[in-house]
């Protein structure tokens, strides 16, 4: 036998018995508590005020809900509804007691960078459907599907949160904007 083996071979044989007598030390503190585990649903109600197609002014009330798969990612999911008065222009009476009314549903992916749990940072995008009709002298339905991107903040506590949020909204007849000032509980 070759010396490197047969050294190599008693100095395994030397720590297996010292491993086979001794024990394992004991810990000299007791183990940690798993962290607890985050929030994981949100549930938020927020005013909207945003502008039409036509550059109306609309004001309006959303419902949304996420649910986080981790620290960055989390599904999304949000209804709005609202009202805008048509601009009456003198002289121009087809636009005369005209109103823009709206309803969506829609349902996206939302990241989030976050500074500790109070500041956060997000942005995602939704897509869904909604439902808009100009009522007046003049009917119109302006319905079909959207494409809704949101860039803001979620800022609070471990529970209750602020959610200042910019949305930009696309559908086939134009795009829109709106800010919502969200007040939002973690669960």
Known sequence: MH??????????VILATLAARGHAQPALTAPLPPPP?????QLEVAPALGSTYDGDIYAGLAA???????????VHAAAEGATA???HFPGIDQYEGTSDRFAEARAGIELRGCRGDALCAIGGVDVGYRSEHVTGRMDTSLSGAEAVA?????V???HLR????FE???THHGDTGALLLGLGYRF
């Open 3 to 12: 010396p490197v083996v047969l050294r190599a071979s008693v100095v395994l």
């Open 37 to 41: 585990s985050p929030a994981r649903f």
């Open 64 to 74: 949304a809900g996420l649910y986080r798969l981790n620290d960055l990612l989390a």
């Open 85 to 87: 008065r048509v601009l």
């Open 150 to 154: 949101r860039i803001g903040l979620d």
């Open 156 to 158: 609070g506590t471990p």
């Open 162 to 165: 602020f959610r200042p949020t």
């Open 168 to 170: 930009g909204t696309s």
